[in-house]
């Protein structure tokens, strides 16, 4: 084998194993977290035992309920002034949540439109 072909023959290797390496590590890097996903829906239901609350969220007829966990610690966002709590049926919320092992699980929480007179969570 001639040098040029032997060189030729190393870039080659060198470069596939560069892009190898980057798709490892941004495999690695994109991977490690799960996407965001951001709902916005009306509060139906809430069971504070298992920290969870079911939204009516979608997109012209295409209603879902969707669960989502809520971890306790967790602070909600409100609108100034507001006392209300986001967790009564017929509030309005925004909720960014990520997939894990145990469904949705919420990172931030933000209070809307408080629910209609006369609900109480």
Known sequence: MMNHERN????IRHALGLVMLVGALASGILGAS???ERLTGTVRAVDPRTHTVELL???GYALRVVRVVVPPELEVARPSGSATSPWTPGCIV???CRR????RVATTVSLIRSAPR???P
């Open 118 to 120: 006369g609900r109480t």
């Open 57 to 59: 969220t979608g997109v």
């Open 100 to 103: 894990s092992d145990s469904g």
């Open 34 to 36: 799960a996407p965001l």
């Open 8 to 11: 030729a023959e190393t870039k």
């Open 94 to 96: 925004r909720i960014d």
